[in-house]
Antibody, heavy 124, light 110 residues
């Protein structure tokens, strides 16, 4: 059974870089039909897709966050990571990682399964 | 990209059916059959309930069904049960090779 687990600092200072890792167990991230994605949810608000990475390193990002986001795949460690630069209080959220189904070139479909999520607070 | 439009809340009595709408544009919901629905209980991660407009993953109750007409997708919960009380989010692939979520709908079982 595929499981995903987010890890990283729970507190980040304004203007610094948020860094999270998603560890995948029960399956390999090196499959041909899945991307691996990050989604966030500010407290009391809805879901926002951040971006997704293929095991080859190919990425797709939310246009609204693209200038600040980097998502990388680490196939030997079976992990993928998120970096979000120049954070502000608006980046405070629960961050989820999830497997992201793909169809053909650039078609991104559903997320399943999801990690349990990790709360990241941006505050000095 | 703008979030898909969902009603903030929908309610129903046990045993009834309710429908949640998800309205987008021809660049997302209307243009592709890559619409999915997620259920989220408080403090928990979202769970996939419907994918590709109307397909149910293994293990999801057949009381949940999905459909689409034009730029609006819908999730119907029949035989409403107390355990269905949760937040529900729709999602769609977009023409800019990205993903957009709806704002979420809180389902209350009266």
């Amino acid at each position: 059974q595929l499981q995903l687990q987010e890890s990283g600092p729970g507190l980040v200072k304004p203007s610094e870089t948020l860094s999270l890792t998603c560890s995948v167990s029960g399956g390999s991230i090196s499959g041909s039909i899945y991307y691996w994605g990050w989604i966030r949810q500010p407290p009391g608000k809805g879901l926002e897709w951040i971006g997704s990475v293929f095991y080859t390193g190919s990425t797709y990002y939310n246009p609204s966050l693209k200038s600040r986001v980097t998502i990388l795949a680490d196939t030997p460690k079976n992990q993928f990571s998120l970096q979000l630069t120049s954070v502000t209080a608006a980046d405070t959220a629960v961050y989820y990682c999830a497997r992201h189904r793909r169809y053909g070139a650039g078609i991104l479909d559903y997320f399943d399964p999801w990690g349990q999520g990790t709360l990241v607070t941006v505050s000095s | 990209q703008s979030a898909l439009t969902q009603p903030a809340s929908v309610s129903g009595s046990p045993g009834q059916s309710i429908t949640i709408s998800c309205t987008g544009t021809s660049s997302d919901v209307g243009g592709y059959n890559y619409v999915s629905w997620y259920q989220q209980h408080p403090g928990k991660a979202p769970k996939l309930m419907i994918f590709d407009v109307s397909n149910r993953p293994s293990g999801v109750s057949d009381r949940f069904s999905g459909s689409k007409s034009g730029n609006t997708a819908s999730l119907t919960i029949s035989g409403l049960q107390a355990e269905d009380e949760a937040d529900y989010y729709c999602s769609s692939y977009t023409s800019s090779s990205s993903v957009v979520f709806g704002g979420g709908t809180k389902v209350t079982v009266l």
